[in-house]
């Protein structure tokens, strides 16, 4: 059990906008500690798409933004396609436990 | 492009110590404003933050993993290395090495350039 919890799975219709929830607490994301989100295929590395907060690497498409506020961050994806399905992390520092951490993952379906 | 490509054993048995080689290309360990990470993925779980080593040769490790885990570099190589030792069958995972930079400053780290990964189980 992570200190940065998502929900196992979120799922929508080509098109649609689906949004994923990363909580965590006063020791990392309500301390100031930056959330970053990745995106993994089977099979395949994780791919950075949304660093400090709010940014997009080049090459990310603008159907992925970020959010946060508070001890909470959020990534929406809008315009869901089908390449969207794979898993997404969240990412931050916990100064409690001196780590970089992950949350435990986000299953995005495409239905 | 930096690419990253680990390298080691395809098995480990418990006890044993696990090391395994990164050998980085389009960049240079050397380079100051990175930090040069491990990352593992055990099956069924999330991913954990190991431990990084800056371009100097400074380490951080989870403390977690502290008592076990040794990071170092091999600047004529571009390499870095893992060692973990005592490993137990929940050591089995998926290792990455990974390049950790931050734009914001110290509370902004991320991890922008990955290797493939390699799986390394541990049994006997």
């Known amino acids: 059990q992570s200190v940065l919890t998502q929900p196992p799975s979120v799922s929508g219709a080509p098109g649609q906008r689906v949004t994923i929830s990363c909580t965590g607490s006063?020791?990392?994301?309500?301390?100031?500690?930056?959330v970053n989100w990745y995106q993994k295929l089977p099979g395949k590395a994780p791919k950075v798409i949304i660093f400090?907060?709010?940014n997009r690497p080049s090459g990310v498409p603008d159907r992925f933004s970020g959010s946060q506020s508070g001890t909470s961050a959020s990534l929406a994806i809008t315009g869901l396609q089908a390449e969207d399905e794979a898993e997404y992390y969240c990412?931050?520092?916990?100064?409690?436990?001196?780590?970089?951490?992950f949350g435990d993952g986000t299953k995005v379906t495409v239905l | 492009q930096v690419q990253l490509q680990e390298s080691g054993p395809g098995l480990v048995k418990p006890s044993q110590t696990l090391s395994l080689t990164c050998t980085v290309s389009?960049?240079?360990?050397?380079?100051?404003?990175?930090?040069w990470s491990w990352i593992r993925q055990r099956p069924g779980t999330g991913l954990e933050w190991m431990g990084y080593?800056?371009?100097?040769?400074?380490?951080t490790y989870n403390p977690s993993l502290k008592s076990r885990l040794s990071i170092s570099l091999d600047t004529s190589e571009n390499q870095l290395s893992l060692k973990l030792g005592s490993v137990t069958v929940a050591d089995t995972a998926v290792y990455y090495c990974?390049?950790?930079?931050?734009?914001?400053?110290?509370?902004?780290?991320?991890?922008?350039?990955w290797g493939q990964g390699t799986l390394v189980p541990v049994s006997s």
């Open positions: 389009g960049g240079s360990v050397s380079s100051g404003g990175y930090y």
């Open positions: 400090g907060n709010i």
């Open positions: 080593i800056s371009h100097n040769g400074g380490t």
């Open positions: 990412q931050s520092h916990d100064s409690r436990l001196r780590a970089y951490v």
């Open positions: 990974v390049r950790t930079v931050s734009v914001f400053g110290v509370a902004g780290y991320y991890f922008d350039y």
């Open positions: 006063s020791s990392n994301i309500g301390a100031g500690y930056d």
